[in-house]
């Protein structure tokens, strides 16, 4: 460690930089040794703040300092020589901050340790190019203890000597930022919550399906889309068949597990916007947008072909084999109010049940053969 006079004259100042010894230019130099010495000054004063300047070469990663603050030397417990890479390595995070263009708007980008080396090279060309720096440091110092610091610095480019100055102050702001953290938490745990509630009002606890509540809105919604714009939708209405065998052979937990791993056979055969809907007990219907009838009854085969190659209640060590019936009906060739549409698909289903269960039925053929009957 070296020393110098400063121009103030205020005896001698230790120095660890590399300009005032180096081969640079007389401005650069006497730039330095007069901010040097009014930084001094103003880190004798006891300031909150945490003065500093470094420098950077233009052609090399490398970063030192011309004089760091006594009191931040202090907190990193090392020597000047070592402020650099003492710094670096109690950096948890950095987060920079961005202007937007109508200056109205702030943007916050947080940068993690392990992002910190690749980002120090374009951070470094941005402040270049904009001549100031402002940015926010969680650090590690005296034995893990966290702290923030701002640091805001503006930048001099000495282009003949390829060497930068940021002449800037770190400033304590961990009580700022542990407020705006535990903020953002809370923000966190809210919309979370938020989102909680939201899926709970629109499903099934029990299957991840969604409830009844939410079938009726969205049908009214796909009833007025249909209306407005001549397109069709079906609805399957499906029951598991002898359900009750596996309540009273199995008890009711491993049936609601069975009931969940048939949700899970709904939603695996579908795809959105599809979607299937726990109607209550063991009853589903799953909602088909923009599929006419041949469509809806392929799907409701495919279904039915799942559930026949699907082992049930494995996970309880158990093998069951489920099937159910179902009964399938679509707007608005059999009904153009869901009310009427639901109720047909679910005579659709207990014709089914009438003839042997495990089967698919569209209402018409049920209707058909009513007529036939009269």
Not at 318 to 334: I, N, Q, R, W
Request: net charge positive.
């Amino acid at each position: 460690m070296k020393s110098y006079q400063s121009d103030h004259g205020k005896g001698s100042r230790s120095y660890c930089g590399k300009i005032l010894d180096g081969m640079y230019s007389s401005q650069l130099k006497h730039r330095t040794a007069s901010s040097i010495s009014a930084f001094q000054n103003f880190d004798l004063m006891g300031t909150p703040v945490l003065p500093y300047i470094s420098a950077w070469q233009e052609d090399k990663k490398s970063i030192w300092y011309e004089f760091i603050s006594r009191h931040l030397l202090r907190m990193m417990t090392c020597e000047p020589h070592q402020a650099a890479r003492s710094f670096r390595n109690c950096v948890l995070e950095q987060r920079i901050y961005k202007h937007q263009s109508d200056d109205k708007q702030i943007i916050e980008n947080i940068i993690s340790p392990e992002d910190l080396a690749g980002a120090r090279t374009r951070y470094r060309r941005e402040v270049k190019r904009k001549g100031v720096t402002e940015a926010v440091y969680k650090c590690a110092i005296n034995n893990g203890n966290v702290i923030w610091l701002k640091d805001q610095a503006i930048i001099e480019a000495y282009l003949d000597d390829h060497i930068y100055l940021s002449l800037g102050c770190l400033t304590n702001v961990s009580k700022e930022m542990e407020a705006d953290e535990a903020r953002k938490q809370m923000e966190t745990v809210l919309r979370k919550n938020e989102e909680r509630f939201r899926y709970q009002a629109t499903h099934d606890d029990l299957t991840g399906l969604y409830n009844t509540r939410y079938l009726y809105k969205n049908l009214d919604r796909l009833i007025e889309s249909g209306r407005a714009e001549k397109r069709v939708f079906s609805l399957i209405f499906m029951d598991i068949d002898d359900f009750k065998q596996v309540v009273d052979t199995h008890g009711h937990l491993n049936a609601s597990q069975a009931i969940r791993e048939i949700g899970a056979s709904i939603q695996a055969s579908i795809k959105k916007p599809a979607y299937g809907v726990a109607y209550g007990g063991d009853e589903f219907i799953v909602v088909l947008p923009d599929f006419d009838k041949p469509r809806a009854i392929d799907q409701a085969k495919r279904l039915r072909s799942l559930m026949r190659k699907t082992v049930y209640l494995t996970s309880r060590g158990l093998e069951v084999k489920l099937h159910a019936s179902f009964g399938v009906a679509t707007f608005p060739d059999d009904a153009d109010n869901q009310r009427a549409l639901i109720g047909l698909a679910d005579q659709a289903m207990f014709g089914v049940k009438a003839s042997g269960k495990n089967a698919v039925q569209d209402i018409q053929d049920i209707l058909l053969a009513e007529r036939s009957a009269r």
